[in-house]
């Protein structure tokens, strides 16, 4: 399994990034002349990204890569942002 700091997908979603560390959607590193992940979204999609997180191809071009291996975040997740008023 590789690690990264998930700030490294600077063009990637946060709520992407959020559903990758909760083990909803699955990174992994590809042998690809124009990509270097591959997300997996379901068992019928999955997309070439960039190694800065931008989408390369969708699922047709997905089909031709070699996974590589399994990608975590190495960074903890960013603190919620939502703050409360105490009176």
């Known amino acids: ?29 590809v042998q690809h002349p124009s990509a270097a992940f591959l997300l997996v979204t379901s068992q019928d999609d999955a997309y070439l990204l960039a190694s800065d997180g931008e989408v390369v191809d969708g699922a047709s071009g997905a089909s031709e890569v070699q996974v590589e291996q399994a990608v975590c975040f190495a960074d903890p997740p960013a603190r919620d942002s939502l703050h409360v008023n105490w009176i």
């Open 1 to 29: 399994m590789k690690a990264i700091d998930s700030s490294d997908l600077v063009r990637l979603a946060a709520e992407v990034k959020s559903l990758i560390r909760d083990g909803v959607y699955s990174l992994y590193t």
